[in-house]
């Protein structure tokens, strides 16, 4: 049987045992150090006590008319031991010059040679050592006694060392406590700050901290969505290289910490990223982008921020619209082969009654009429992108009863445009243009939708849409080309975006967009693309036309 493999220790855990050792060494070091040093000061207080004792017993005058009389030890044995009582050292010893004792703790001891240096002293100077003696070691004291200008005899006061390491260890036993005290509170602390960083890491070691850091970044450049992640003040606290590309934010740019209204962005993309409601697949412009951004809050008791995530759809728009335009082609192709279908019925039916002169006419009309139209549209605009867009087109409107003309002004012969004017553009701006005109003009007496397309000095190119509709109220002549505008009744459910995509195609070739009224009432659009140079200027949006129209 496999025994379990123990988990490493959390990195929670880690810091706190790291972080109890070492508060436990400090406090150790802390009070060895302290130890250390008390116990040299208890030696230098010890000494300074001795040497006070030992000048004060030779300063007195009783000591020294005892010293003059045949036998000190008589008056000076029993004075020593009560100053040894009084004032709290272990032993007092009176000698002559030669070092042989008058005085001492064990009467046995009285005319022994004293054991210890005597020399400073003879010297007339009073010193300090620690000696082992009869006592045992000790911090001893010894100064000279005179009389006059000479020394009678000699004075040592001294404390034993077991002594003094008995009060070094009562304070020791007082640190110790007090050291235990702070390593208590220290391992207290330390564990409320781990247990708060253990919820914060979820219990994870520094290796699986590591490795998750190693995957978010590996994940964040690999993800080619745009990953966006603000804090609890709307400013930037994550993006990745996708989120830089869809946004338009430079390589090299800092916006990490920047409010998200400082990037730029345009206002409703703006608006939806501070939003506090959750957005979901919502459709959103950038200069040349057209971008699904989803918003989700982070989870948590109060707000913490929110992820946005970003997809880029410019190209999978740009294929719905064509997908549009073929599905209208395809309507437009079974409509005409209905038509077509209940035309042959009728010439089978003319030869059929023996009037095949009648049928002749009927079949070469419906021909003539229908070649006279793409005569019409190949002669104006021989740019074949465009022609096949205003031939399906034609027969689109035709099918929602507008009437769809090229302008005679129009003049547009194939390979004018340049390489930097893709055909997907083209389709893009005059498709809708086209599509939000026959909108506008559908329901009318007369519905009416005039295109133009012409170039002016082989430096411009200019497309004019115009219609027979209620033309556009003055105070939407900003309106009608930003994202969701419609005055349609249904509201939104997908509108709004055509006009929006337009001028930013038209941005993105430095053209302009400007709609006017129209002559016969209705609105008028006008694009004007550079043909020799395309920069990507924001489209310029001119002049207010009349009340109405639609988005």
């Known amino acids: 049987m496999r025994l379990p493999v123990p988990r490493p220790r959390s990195l929670a855990g880690q810091l706190f ?90 009467p046995r001891q009285i005319g022994l040679p004293f054991q210890g240096h005597t020399a400073p002293a003879l010297r007339g100077r009073t010193f300090t050592e620690t000696y082992t ?7 001893r004291a010894v100064t000279p006694v005179r009389d006059g200008d000479r020394i009678v005899g000699l004075v040592s006061a001294g404390i034993r060392v077991e002594e003094i390491s008995q009060r070094v260890r009562g304070q020791l036993t007082a640190l110790l406590g007090v050291a235990a005290g702070a390593l208590g509170l220290g391992a207290i602390g330390t564990y409320v700050i781990n247990a708060r960083l253990r919820r914060h890491t979820h219990g994870m070691n520094a290796t699986e901290l ?123 192709l079974r409509s005409q082969a209905h ?28 021909l003539e009429l229908a070649q006279a139209l793409t005569d019409q549209v190949v002669a104006a ?57 026959v909108d506008a003009a559908q329901g009318g007496v007369r519905p009416r939708v005039t295109v133009t397309a012409l170039t002016e000095d082989g430096s411009e190119l200019v497309l004019r849409v115009s219609d027979t509709g209620p033309g556009v109220d003055p105070d939407h002549a900003e309106a009608v080309f930003q994202r969701g505008f419609t005055t349609k009744p249904s509201g939104p459910g997908g509108r709004g975006l055509g006009l929006a995509l337009v001028r930013q195609a038209v941005g993105r070739h430095g053209g302009s967009l400007s709609v006017t009224s129209a002559e016969g009432g209705g609105a008028r659009f006008e694009v004007r693309l550079p043909l020799r140079a395309a920069v990507a200027d924001g489209a310029v949006v001119r002049g207010p036309g009349r009340p109405g129209g639609d988005a």
């Open 381 to 437: 605009v021989s740019e074949p992108v465009l022609a096949a867009l205003l031939l399906g087109k034609t027969a689109q409107a035709n099918e929602r009863g507008v009437e769809l003309v090229v302008s005679p002004d129009s003049r547009l012969d194939d390979g004018l445009l340049p390489d930097t004017l893709p055909a997907r553009d083209l389709v893009t701006i005059l498709g809708n243009l086209i599509d939000n005109a």
């Open 210 to 332: 590591s490795h998750m850091h190693d995957y978010h970044q590996a994940a964040l450049h690999a993800v080619r969505e745009g990953l966006l992640m603000l804090d609890g003040q709307y400013r930037v606290a994550l993006i990745n290289d996708g989120g830089r590309e869809l946004l338009g934010v430079a390589p090299e740019e800092d916006v990490v910490g920047r409010p998200v209204a400082e990037l730029g962005l345009p206002a409703p993309l703006t608006g939806a990223l501070l939003a506090s409601q959750p957005r979901v697949d919502e459709v959103h412009l950038t200069a040349d982008r057209v971008l699904v951004v989803n918003t989700s809050p982070v989870s948590g008791g109060q707000r913490r921020g929110s992820v946005v995530t970003l997809r880029d759809v410019t190209e999978l728009q740009s294929l719905m619209g064509e997908l549009d335009s073929e599905r209208g082609f395809t309507q437009a």
């Open 17 to 106: 045992a790291m972080q109890a050792v070492l508060i436990a060494v400090v406090v150790a070091g802390y009070a060895l150090f302290t130890y250390v040093s008390d116990r040299s000061q208890a030696e230098e207080a010890a000494g300074r006590q001795a040497t006070a004792v030992a000048r004060s017993v030779a300063d007195s005058p009783s000591v020294r008319e005892a010293i003059r009389t045949s036998d000190p030890s008589a008056s000076l044995q029993p004075y020593a031991v009560a100053v040894v009582r009084d004032t709290d050292v272990d032993f007092v010893t009176i000698m002559d010059p030669r070092g042989i004792r008058w005085t001492h703790p064990d």
């Open 133 to 139: 003696g009869t006592l045992g070691p000790s911090v």
């Open 339 to 366: 038509e077509a279908a209940n035309r042959l019925h009728t010439v089978v039916s003319l030869i059929e009654l023996g009037r095949a002169e009648e049928a002749v006419d009927f079949a070469t009309a419906e």
